[in-house]
């Protein structure tokens, strides 16, 4: 099946640093990319939707000058988390639909931990 | 406003049993219904998915799909200690022309006991 490759899948980093974590579709183009972060027992939380070429649309109550989202070719979406606090800890899942055989995939995740 | 509701759960089974978990919907032009695997610290993987009224087996999971009850379920038959995960129903609701953004419940938290 189609395979959706993220990296890193752990990361340790100080406050005030910015962190980017990359989303790769490896066998399928995506023209959309979806962003999750998921805090420990609870569930998806949508951050924003990434559109191949244009701006990514952010869900409510997600700044977007805080986690900026680039997707510059049809196979790559970056997150990058600027000033990381430590609330910003979680794990952050990346998606992407493969159009052709109409399924969304996900990335393996990334757990970033600010100290 | 979409929205797709299952129990938290958890839902515990003897092993060897019948799992069955449930989700409702409530956009009624919903066209694509989705079933999600995630174990504690993975992302989601995806088990199936189906489109059309009826039932749809893949191996020891079925899913079932009733649009006019607004209403979708996946059965594991045979339940393991392995199927111990949380279950995300998804569903890609109808917005038009080139809109893929799933929605998703908050899972129902399976386990199986040995």
């Known amino acids: 099946g189609a395979v959706v490759s993220q990296h890193p899948s752990r990361v340790i980093c100080k406050s005030g640093t910015s962190v980017k974590i990359e989303c790769r579709s490896l066998?399928?183009?995506?023209?959309?990319m979806f962003w999750y972060r998921q805090f420990p027992k609870q569930s998806l939380m949508l951050m924003a939707t990434s559109n191949e070429g244009s701006k990514a649309t952010y869900e409510q109550g997600v700044e977007k000058d805080k986690f900026l989202i680039n997707h510059a070719s049809l196979t790559l979406s970056t997150l990058t988390v600027t000033s990381a606090h430590p609330e910003d800890s979680s794990f952050y899942i990346c998606s992407a639909w493969d159009i052709i055989a109409g399924e969304l995939f996900f990335g393996e995740g990334s757990r970033l931990t600010v100290l | 406003q979409k929205e797709v509701e299952q129990n938290s759960g958890p839902l515990s089974v003897p092993e060897g049993a019948i799992a069955s978990l449930n989700c409702t919907y409530s956009?009624?032009?919903?066209?694509?219904f989705f079933w999600y695997r995630q174990y504690s610290g993975k992302s989601p993987e995806l088990i199936m998915f189906i489109y059309s009224n009826g039932d749809k087996e893949d191996g020891r999971f079925t899913a079932q799909l009733n649009k006019a009850s607004q209403y979708v379920s996946l059965l594991i038959r045979d339940s393991q200690p392995s199927d111990s995960a949380t279950y995300l129903c998804a569903v890609l609701p109808y917005s038009g022309a080139g809109s893929y953004q799933l929605t998703f419940g908050k899972g129902t938290k399976l386990s199986v006991i040995p």
């Open positions: 956009d009624r032009g919903s066209q694509s």
């Open positions: 066998d399928f183009q995506a023209t959309t």
